[in-house]
T-cell receptor, first 115, second 112 residues
Framework: GAVVSQHPSWVICKSGTSVKIECRSLDFQATTMFWYRQFPKQSLMLMATSNEGSKATYEQGVEKDKFLINHASLTLSTLTVTSAHPEDSSFYIC???????????FGNGTRLTVT | QKEVEQNSGPLSVPEGAIASLNCTYS??????FFWYRQYSGKSPELIMFIYSNGDKEDGRFTAQLNKASQYVSLLIRDSQPSDSATYLCAVISPGGSYIPTFGRGTSLIVHP
């Protein structure tokens, strides 16, 4: 089956530092990748959609200068949380798919804690 | 606004019973339908996908799609305690720029 690898699985950083999260599709080419965040006991919240070689499309209310997304190849997308603050602490999950109507395959998520 | 509605539950069923999870969607032009399972603290995992009206079976899982009534359901036969999780319904439509719309999920509890 389709596998999406996400690293790191957890990270603790100090306020003001930046954190990069990687998302790789291991056995398929991901034309589109999605980044979500999820707070405890809440729904998935879509942050942005990225297509290979294009700028990411951010959802309303998501600061693109704070959450930098790069989708440099058909198998790799990265999310960088810049100048992280405690309120950025959350569960970040990437997903990828091979075509418009194809299923999304999720990475295992990254639990970010900002102290 | 594309909407996907699910009963938040919890839906509680005894071990061995059939669990029935339902999802309705607002966009009649929706083309693709997915069911995900999410355990607490974990990311969603794909269980089933269906594109055409009717039933699709995979092991203990059956997805049912009725486009005329705009609903999709997931049946879990012989439910096990390990099936206890939140089940997310997702829908893709061209009108939504092919961005999946997720329901808020139904919490399923299978008690021994």
């Amino acid at each position: 089956g389709a596998v999406v690898s996400q690293h790191p699985s957890w990270v603790i950083c100090k306020s003001g530092t930046s954190v990069k999260i990687e998302c790789r599709s291991l056995d398929f080419q991901a034309t589109t990748m999605f980044w979500y965040r999820q707070f405890p006991k809440q729904s998935l919240m879509l942050m942005a959609t990225s297509n290979e070689g294009s700028k990411a499309t951010y959802e309303q209310g998501v600061e693109k200068d704070k959450f930098l997304i790069n989708h440099a190849s058909l198998t790799l997308s990265t999310l960088t949380v810049t100048s992280a603050h405690p309120e950025d602490s959350s569960f970040y999950i990437c997903s990828a798919r091979g075509g418009d109507n194809s299923p999304l395959h999720f990475g295992n998520g990254t639990r970010l804690t900002v102290t | 606004q594309k909407e996907v509605e699910q009963n938040s539950g919890p839906l509680s069923v005894p071990e061995g019973a059939i669990a029935s999870l339902n999802c309705t969607y607002s966009d009649r032009g929706s083309q693709s339908f997915f069911w995900y399972r999410q355990y607490s603290g974990k990311s969603p995992e794909l269980i089933m996908f269906i594109y055409s009206n009717g039933d699709k079976e995979d092991g203990r899982f059956t997805a049912q799609l009725n486009k005329a009534s705009q609903y999709v359901s997931l049946l879990i036969r012989d439910s096990q305690p390990s099936d206890s999780a939140t089940y997310l319904c997702a829908v893709i439509s061209p009108g939504g720029s092919y961005i999946p719309t997720f329901g808020r999920g139904t919490s399923l509890i299978v008690h021994p």
